[in-house]
């Protein structure tokens, strides 16, 4: 006849065993750490576009001052200097951009000059 033991279980008992790391095989250098590093991404600094104004012999200089403080944001002294150096030397640099400001610099510039019947040529070239 079988005696009845509280602390027996009817079913087997199966020993749990704790997982182990691989180990690294004998000889070799490895110390089983890792390290997590986080690369940041290199940002390149977009290219930068210079807007110039061509000279000719029909546009009004008070015109071309008049653009210069309107589109680029210049005081009346630097956009009258800066129209006497396209006056004097065939083009002058009216501010440098990145691509698609100096883009829209140029179409606004030449949209209002034909607006107002002048010939007035405005122009981007990479820096």
Do not use: W
């Not at 000719?56 to 001052?65: L, R």
């Not at 883009?103 to 981007?124: A, G, N």
């Amino acid at each position: 006849m079988a005696v009845f033991n509280p602390h027996m279980s009817p079913h087997p008992v199966t020993p749990l065993v704790m997982a182990r790391e691989p180990r690294a095989p004998a000889g070799s250098a490895g110390t089983g750490t890792a390290v997590i590093t986080k690369t940041k991404p290199a940002t390149k600094r977009p290219p930068l576009y210079r807007v110039l104004l061509l000279n000719d012999d029909y546009t009004p200089m008070e015109f071309v001052i008049e653009v210069l403080e309107r589109f680029f944001n210049k005081g009346r002294e630097e956009a009258t200097h800066i129209m006497l150096h396209v006056h004097h030397n065939g083009v002058g640099e009216c501010g440098v951009y990145t691509y698609e400001v100096a883009e829209t610099k140029v179409t606004q510039v030449m949209d209002f000059s034909r607006k107002h019947q002048h010939p007035l040529q405005c122009v981007m070239e990479k820096k």
